[in-house]
């Protein structure tokens, strides 16, 4: 069964204080990996797409990467407006179906 | 204007009611997705559609039904809503081609008492 798991839950960081997000997947067959970002009460943004292990990805403060068992989110000396939950999917049933982990909620604290 | 659009942004009902969210896009996607949000679950696959004639059930699809009216828009449907429907609702659309990312409305938050 496709899985998505990701850790740790909940993240407090002091600014400018760096660390990573985790997202380990099982799935048969990875077709993308996507990071969103989400504000409270808001859509899910997005981030990032990941296709094949070893392929980063850079965004102002935020770096992601991917092997083939995980990927990280890495946050880079982070700031207050960096808060939100950071969300983690990948492609399933074929490419026809995005499965999310359930979140790293981080917040950043002055 | 959003590039997807849901409504109602809120809404109260009564259990046993029947209710519908809509949802509409100006993206030009032939994929539409209905997600619910719950604390501690994560955004759980409800319907997915991927043309006006192709209608898939998610996860989680039991209590509801879609329609999609057009290409445009994708609406849910709660029958008769139960307390424990009460949520976050997201609407997200995708390009057919493969390994592309969804693009979120901003979300119905619909609580049953």
């Known amino acids: 069964e496709d899985q998505v798991t990701q850790s740790p839950e909940a993240l407090r960081l002091q600014e400018g204080e760096s660390s990573s997000l985790n997202c380990s997947y099982t799935?048969?067959?990875?077709?993308?990996l996507f990071w969103y970002r989400q504000d409270p009460g808001k859509g899910p943004e997005f981030l990032f797409t990941?296709?094949?292990a070893g392929e980063e990805k850079e965004k102002e403060r935020l770096k992601a990467t991917l092997t083939k068992k995980e990927s990280f989110l890495h946050i880079t000396a982070p700031k207050p407006e960096d808060s939100a939950t950071y969300l983690c999917?990948?492609?399933?049933?074929?490419?026809?179906?995005?499965?999310f982990g359930t979140g790293t909620q981080l917040k950043v604290e002055l | 204007d959003a590039d997807v659009t849901q409504t109602p942004r809120n809404r109260i009902t009564k259990t046993g009611k029947r209710i519908m969210l809509e949802c509409s896009q100006t993206k030009g996607h032939d994929r539409m997705y209905w997600y619910r949000q719950d604390p501690g679950l994560g955004l759980r696959l409800i319907y997915y559609?991927?043309?006006?004639?192709?209608?898939n059930k998610g996860e989680i699809s039991d209590g509801y039904s879609v329609s999609r009216q057009a290409q445009a828009k994708f609406s849910l449907s709660l029958e008769s809503a139960i307390p424990n429907q009460t949520a976050l609702y997201f609407c997200?659309?995708?390009?057919?081609?493969?390994?592309?990312?969804?693009?979120f409305g901003q979300g119905t938050r619909l609580t049953v008492v």
């Open positions: 997200a659309t995708r390009d057919r081609a493969l390994g592309t990312e969804a693009f």
């Open positions: 999917a990948v492609f399933t049933g074929g490419g026809n179906k995005l499965t």
């Open positions: 559609s991927f043309d006006v004639k192709d209608i």
């Open positions: 799935v048969s067959g990875l077709r993308g």
């Open positions: 990941l296709y094949s």
